[in-house]
């Protein structure tokens, strides 16, 4: 096919000229127009740029814990994303930074997004306060939660963060039961299979339900980077298992850059991965955890899981409800689309190294998954 051309006329629009063949009728093929536009003028360029954010989608998306320290710069990445149109800052009137001061500063961000703050004092109930804020939403983003010490074990935080998360869920639950629900809080190992368990027994699809691990992925892409020189575009970590130390297990086998290293480094490259949040915990000195990485891997989440429900085919790694192991919650590659997540893909070949590595992770992880799920079936959804 011949390449259209873009051309102007003296005084008025882009004039897309379609070539026709002796069965053609006149007029413009749309699909070829899009496919064959050389974009050879600052005017094709405006009109491409106008095209793609038609193109976009217009989500509604809510950011919880918005005005924390993951919050305020998740809020921002979500804000300048073109498939949002409109952002809910949800936090407590107890933050030192009001939710309404992030949206307001949000809100002059030259993008399309609508950007709105809501306050609930720390005793109010989100089912009964939130409806406003949740009803309609397409995604939820949950970076709240008591972040981890220096020290301190994950179960620590289990009936704490869980109970947390427990009441924005179930307010999920009632005012947007089709929005995916990103859940950013500790112990993500258990934390998920509680919510998702309550989320089941109001007949509601796990698939909307996602425990966000993006952050090891990032990690470990960036010290594969780091070791190896390679551009960042060609590497690509999955990492599987769960979210909390031994249960951390890139498959630096699966990345063609990864592949390369030698075996000898790969021990002390994986334990780097799994403790490099206890490593910012320490250089933080007690006083946070990891914020604006946190905030970036999630908003690298929350891009995909818009990208699939706006019809595009975008894969992640996140920890879901899964059937490839023996174990019924696993992070491993996901495809998100439509309904959330709609393809668990299987683990792929391993090395005798990662098999291992799998092998010793699974009672770990089996034992965080249970403390979750024991949750559960002690608590329900108003």
């Not at 939820?140 to 869980?162: C, E, F, S, T």
Request: aromatic residues 4%.
């Amino acid at each position: 096919m011949l390449a259209q051309e873009a051309k102007k006329t003296p005084k008025g629009p882009i004039l897309l000229v379609s070539p026709r063949g002796p069965n053609d009728s006149p007029g413009l093929d749309s699909q070829s127009c899009l496919l064959d536009l050389l974009v050879s003028s600052r005017f094709a360029s405006r009109f491409v740029r106008q095209f793609c954010t038609a193109m976009a989608g217009n989500f509604k998306v809510c950011v919880v814990g918005g005005a924390g320290g993951i919050g305020q710069p998740l809020s921002m990445l979500m804000a300048m994303d073109p498939n949002v149109s409109e952002l809910c800052v949800y936090d407590l009137t107890m933050a030192m930074v009001p939710a309404e001061g992030v949206a307001a500063d949000l809100s002059h961000l030259n993008m399309k997004c609508k950007v709105k703050g809501y306050a609930f004092d720390k005793d109010d109930k989100a089912i009964d306060k939130a409806g406003d804020c949740l009803t309609g939403c397409h995604l939820v983003l949950v970076p709240a939660g008591v972040p981890r010490k220096p020290g301190q074990d994950r179960k620590d935080l289990l009936n704490i963060n869980a109970g947390i998360a427990k009441n924005i869920v179930e307010a999920c639950a009632k005012f947007c039961p089709e929005a995916v629900v990103g859940l950013i809080v500790n112990p993500v190992n258990s934390v998920v299979p509680a919510m998702c368990e309550m989320w089941k027994k109001k007949g509601l699809n796990p698939a909307k339900i996602v425990g966000i691990t993006t952050l090891d992925v990032v990690r470990a892409d960036k010290f594969v980077h780091e070791m190896t020189g390679a551009p960042m575009s060609d590497v690509s970590v999955p990492v599987i298992g769960g979210h909390a130390g031994t249960t951390i297990l890139p498959l630096f086998s699966q990345c063609q850059v990864g592949m390369t290293i030698p075996a000898d480094k790969i021990p002390d490259l994986d334990k780097k991965v799994q403790d490099a949040g206890t490593v910012v915990v320490a250089a933080k000195n007690g006083k946070g955890s990891a914020t604006l990485s946190m905030a970036y891997a999630g908003a690298r989440l929350g891009k995909a899981v818009l990208a699939g429900l706006n019809g595009e085919v975008v894969t992640e790694c996140a920890y879901v409800e899964s059937k490839i192991t023996d174990l019924p919650y696993f992070a491993s590659k996901v495809t998100f689309g439509k309904q959330g997540v709609e393809t668990v893909h299987p683990l792929g070949d391993l090395n005798d190294y990662e098999q291992g590595r799998l092998k010793a992770l699974l009672p770990v992880l089996k034992e965080e998954i249970e403390a979750g799920l024991d949750y559960a079936k002690e608590n329900d959804f108003a």
